[in-house]
């Protein structure tokens, strides 16, 4: 490759790393709305909130629906990056302590990296899997405590949450759409949303009563942290090798910790500063891991 070339892709590549990141660093930030300002609100309905009306919402924009195989697969990276994801991602939490979730759901990054090998034929380099374990080092240090109670089926349901994700990421960008992101985009939601609105009915109690506080906070959570989120983490999956993009994910749980330091005047730790010097560094090793 040439000088001007490589200069000309440096800056690409800069911008696509950037753009992609502000996916998990708003997905911390929800962390906080969801926690703080919607604790009333059962889990199950606030994923549905999140996903359908922001999936229909843009669909409006789209004005396109899939054709042929497209609805089989609609639907299975709307059941893997959102409904399977978000509901076991709920039950891990739900039987784990917040940071046995989390950790447990950190090995996404290193099931990426292996199932992008053998679904895509990438490379597996030791700098992508030594990221991706410093990044779950780091992660364990900013969010486990000691004498954390384990439980078989959290522990389950973060796995399955990860690999389904793990499986949307590279399932994604090995189905290229042929169709713009936004559309693309609207129609993984509203295939999520749909699917997880008979969970929602089933497993959660009867719909709450919403004020309007309770819908700005989640016009964020579905316009910003779903919609927008979605259509820059989906780019960045068809610009950016898999490992790489998952890799940017660790983010999303440093955002949280910072945010609750800065927001909530939580304590953060020495031990905890380690944990975001080491998932930065493992960021940074994923993405060394992507150069040829």
């Known amino acids: 490759m040439s000088a001007a070339a490589s200069s000309t892709q440096a800056p690409a590549n800069a911008r696509d790393l950037l753009l992609t990141a502000l996916a998990p660093a708003i997905w911390g930030s929800s962390y906080i709305v969801t926690t703080q300002l919607l604790p009333q609100v059962p889990a199950m309905t606030v994923a549905l909130l999140r996903a359908l009306p922001a999936g229909l919402l843009l ?20 059941a893997l990056n959102f409904s399977v994801f978000w509901s076991m991602l709920f039950v891990s939490a739900y039987r784990l302590p917040g940071g046995a979730a989390a950790t447990v759901g950190a090995v996404q990054p290193l099931v990426v990296v292996f199932l ?9 380099r030791p700098a992508s899997v030594l990221g991706a374990l410093a990044g779950l080092a780091g992660v364990a240090l900013l969010v486990l405590t000691p004498g954390v109670a384990l ?10 949450g990860a690999v389904s994700m793990a499986c949307g990421t590279v399932l994604t960008r090995k189905w290229r759409p042929p169709v713009p992101l936004l559309t693309f985009t609207a129609w993984q939601l509203t295939a999520g949303g749909l699917l997880l609105l008979p969970v929602a009915l089933w497993a959660g109690p009867d719909f709450p009563a919403l004020t309007p506080g309770h819908l700005i906070e989640l016009a964020w959570l579905g316009l910003v ?5 979605y259509v820059l983490w989906f780019r ?8 790489v993009v998952a890799s940017l994910g660790f983010l999303s749980p440093v955002t949280a910790i910072v945010l609750g330091w800065l927001v909530l005047g939580q304590t953060l730790t020495a031990v905890q500063m380690a944990g975001v010097v080491l998932v930065l560094g493992g960021i940074w090793l994923g993405q060394r891991g992507a150069v040829r």
């Not at 992008?116 to 597996?124: D, E, Q, T, Y």
């Not at 942290?225 to 989120?229: C, D, K, M, S």
């Open 59 to 78: 669909l409006v924009f789209a004005r396109r629906l899939p054709q042929g195989i497209w609805w089989l697969r609609v639907f299975i990276l709307g």
């Open 151 to 160: 439980d078989a089926t959290g522990i389950a349901a973060g796995l399955a």
């Open 236 to 243: 960045g999956i068809a610009r950016l090798e898999p490992g």
């Open 225 to 229: 942290g779903a919609a927008l989120t």
């Open 116 to 124: 992008a090998a053998w679904v895509l034929g990438s490379a597996v």
